[in-house]
């Protein structure tokens, strides 16, 4: 049960931080949950199948190869699990008449985001420990957390463009947006055969942070709801 709690609380806690920030129009905590629900449930499968694929056609045969390593980063990882969130987003999320500002693209994101990870956390604590499950809460969620915010930050404006152009744009640029900082997150973890490099995950990590914090008071200071 020790273990449960610590896989589960980061993602826990990025989530409450989000709904008070969505300080002017809350969404309602069902749809929240179900959006939770499916990034643990919907966005894991698709990772699978996608993933599956993706290991066959794109082998690391090398571990210590740059370029293996930087397409299994960017594509097999990234894309492929920042893809099975966005479909969640865009076909569920953004479609709800609940998603009535921008600043619920955000919002709807991160809970699919820490459905993910929050599985994904059960799983490497259980394998690894408590001094894993201590490393991710600091790391690898609130990674997943500012991958969730930069995507989410798009795909709200996105919702609210009037041409379908823009829309599919904005959508795209969520996604690829999250794929830029997951897979430079993960290549950097990847290549820790060069001494040292590694770092470049913590500089990556704390550059999405940084962006996503901006991005949460852009769509704060345009919501409909704040007067």
């Known amino acids: 049960m020790l273990l449960l709690a610590l896989a589960l609380a980061p993602a826990l806690a ?14 309602p905590i069902g ?25 066959f056609f794109l082998p690391v045969t090398n571990p210590e190869s ?5 397409i299994k980063a960017f ?23 609940e998603f009535d500002e921008p600043f619920d693209g955000i919002v709807y994101a991160v809970m699919v985001s820490m459905g993910f990870a929050a599985l ?4 490497y ?30 795909m709200g404006k996105a919702k609210f463009a009037k041409a379908k152009k823009d829309k599919i744009r904005l ?9 830029l900082f997951h897979g430079a997150y993960d290549f950097f973890l990847f290549i820790n055969f060069i001494p040292g490099i590694s770092i470049g ?3 990556s990590l704390v550059i999405g942070l940084i962006l996503s914090k901006k991005a949460i008071k852009k769509h704060q200071e345009i919501s409909r709801f704040k007067h």
């Open 66 to 70: 740059v370029v293996q390593q930087f």
């Open 171 to 179: 959508n795209l640029t969520g996604l690829f947006a999250a794929t």
């Open 120 to 123: 994904e956390n059960i799983m």
């Open 14 to 27: 990025v989530m409450i931080y989000i709904y008070i920030k969505d300080k002017y129009e809350r969404e």
């Open 125 to 154: 604590v259980f394998q690894y420990g408590m001094s894993n499950g201590i490393l991710r809460a600091f790391t690898a969620v609130p990674a997943h957390a500012a991958f969730g915010i930069l995507m989410g930050y798009f």
């Open 201 to 203: 995950a913590f500089i």
């Open 75 to 97: 594509v097999v990882v990234a894309l492929v699990e920042e893809f099975s969130k966005y479909v969640i987003v865009r076909y569920y999320a953004q479609r709800n008449k």
């Open 31 to 55: 749809l929240l949950l179900k959006n939770f629900g499916l990034g643990a449930s919907a966005s894991v499968l698709i990772t699978l199948l996608i993933g599956a694929f993706g290991n």
